[in-house]
């Protein structure tokens, strides 16, 4: 037997030996080494070791001390500290940590939610799989209801969910939870084959997330790699989020990759984002920065109000900001959309009085297809947004924006489309800033209907563009707009959009950058 053996086991007992006997200041890096739980053993709590509190958070080494925080909701409000990674895949079906029942109409019936706060310790936990097929009430995921609580540093993979209502891989119904360092890694979310409620919502990490108690929230540095199936709404990082009473959300740095297919319904009102599928403010903010999104879709829609990033932005006022944020897109084969609203970046949005929209310096290539699902005159597709409205008192800003969207719309009459805007209006004293965008991408619109354009299908009301301009490419789109002209959008040829003294008053010191034989990137 070795010393090092000797010496690493007595390392371990004396952990053990100071856990139990009350010492609230353990080393992390004793026991982030893996000897505590090389020896520790289940002790009467439960779980590994500790007491809850914030100090001596319970400490968990197993998958069967996992499991009985999942049993356990007396166990709820405490602190948790996970030691090492974790195989959940012989639990059966087990109870999220944090219940819900909550109608289709989206009332909660009853609710016990995790209010304490659970630190991975940047381990993973891996193999869960859960299956609520057979009850559209219950919230579902690996935390299903929290509510004031913290989790970070965890990473959850291989990961296989079924199930109806507010269900996700990490958090179905997220209030006022922070979040910081947790990942979703080549996990599936899956509606139910067969199933049939309105209402449902699906996403890769958080199903629901609320912020409406005044404070400032962050959903950033997370790496979420997902397929799966939905019904009504679905999002690659989020389904729905509400943001009230003056409060904010950043969301930066999160890479999302996403496969959806098939997403039917039969409900008009349906909505899908790689992204978020449906952000609500009323009276708060977001900032949505430097994200990085690849979303592959094949699926049937009827409503659409879909977008690669986001599918539909509510405003009731907000403050919403969209920054350096990066899209790929293949949704070269969907099966039907049988609505309109469909954008690369946005599918629909119409803000209220007081709002402040920026869309800047966001990028995205790809393929978008619209296929002939029956429905004529559907209208509003674009490489960027689908439709947006600058009412009164709204002031919007889309600048310095780059996309490279190849597009094919097969919808018999369809009204708008274009290369970048499919439906674009301003009124009264809204302000539309629009300016130094770009579209380069081939088009395929068979049947057109009335308006289609390289940059905008449809224009109502006035640009402000000062001295900025927008381009299109003239080869794949004879007019910039599809029903006027405005002095600040003009054609380029392909070759001439790969020659930075063709883009006037462009920034291509600061903000863009052409390599040559390529087209404009943003720095």
Request: include cysteine; hydrophobic fraction near 35%.
């Amino acid at each position: 037997m070795s010393i090092r053996y000797v010496l690493t086991n007595l390392l371990g007992l004396l952990v053990a030996t100071l856990l139990f006997t009350g010492c609230n200041s353990l080393s992390t890096a004793v026991l982030e080494s893996g000897n505590f739980c090389s020896v520790e053993t289940t002790q009467t709590s439960g779980y590994a070791g500790g007491d809850g509190s914030a100090s001596t958070p319970y400490l968990i080494c197993k998958p069967s001390e996992f499991a009985h925080l999942m049993q356990t909701s007396a166990d709820w409000t405490a602190n948790f500290q996970l030691l090492a990674d974790l195989d959940l895949s012989s639990l059966s079906n087990p109870t999220p940590v944090g219940t819900m029942q909550i109608t289709n109409a989206g009332a909660i019936q009853a609710s016990t939610p995790f209010t304490g706060t659970f630190d991975g310790g940047h381990f993973a936990i891996s193999g869960l799989t859960m299956n609520q097929s057979s009850d559209y009430t219950l919230v579902s995921g690996l935390f299903g209801y929290t509510q004031n609580a913290t989790i970070k540093n965890l990473t959850i993979k291989n990961a296989a969910i079924v199930a109806m209502n507010y269900s996700a891989v990490f958090i179905g119904y997220a209030l006022d939870t922070t979040v910081s360092d947790v990942s979703v890694l080549n996990s599936t979310i899956n509606y139910p084959s067969g199933g049939t409620t309105a209402g449902s919502c699906t996403a890769g990490y958080i199903a629901k997330y609320i912020v409406d108690d005044g404070s400032s929230r962050s959903l950033s540095n997370a790496t979420v790699t997902v397929t799966g199936t939905g019904y009504d709404v679905w999002g690659g990082l989020l389904g729905f989020l509400t943001v009230t009473n003056s409060s904010s959300v950043e969301m930066a740095n999160n890479s999302v990759t996403t496969t959806l297919s098939p997403l039917t319904s039969t409900n008009s009102g349906n909505t899908l984002g790689g992204f978020v599928a449906y952000d609500k403010i009323d009276t708060g903010t977001i900032n949505v920065h430097d994200n990085t999104v690849n979303s592959t879709l094949s699926v049937t829609i009827n409503g659409a109000f879909s977008g690669a990033f986001v599918g539909t932005l509510e405003c009731n006022p907000c403050t919403a900001n969209f920054d350096s944020n990066r899209v790929t897109m293949n949704w070269s084969n969907p099966a039907t959309f049988n609505g309109g609203y469909v954008g690369g970046f946005l599918g629909v949005s119409g803000p209220a009085s007081g709002s402040v929209v920026s869309f800047t310096k966001n990028f995205v290539t790809g393929s978008l297809t619209i296929p002939d699902g029956g429905v004529s005159g559907r209208s509003g597709f674009g490489g960027f947004i689908g439709d947006a409205a600058v009412g009164n008192g709204v002031t919007a800003t889309i600048e310095n924006n780059g996309v490279q969207v190849d597009m094919t719309i097969l919808v018999p009459g369809s009204s708008y489309s274009g290369g970048f805007i499919g439906s674009l209006s301003q009124s009264g004293t809204g302000v539309l800033n629009f300016g130094d965008n770009y579209l380069v991408g081939a088009q395929n619109v068979t049947s057109p209907g009335s308006y289609h354009g390289g940059m905008i299908g449809y224009l109502s009301g006035t640009l402000t563009a000062g001295s900025m301009h927008s381009y299109y490419s003239s080869d794949d789109y004879a007019a910039g707009i599809g029903n006027t002209t405005d002095a600040s959008v003009a054609g380029l040829t392909r070759a001439q959009m790969q020659d930075s003294s063709n883009f006037s008053s462009w920034d291509f010191a600061t903000v863009w950058q052409i390599v040559s034989g390529q087209y404009p990137t943003l720095r």
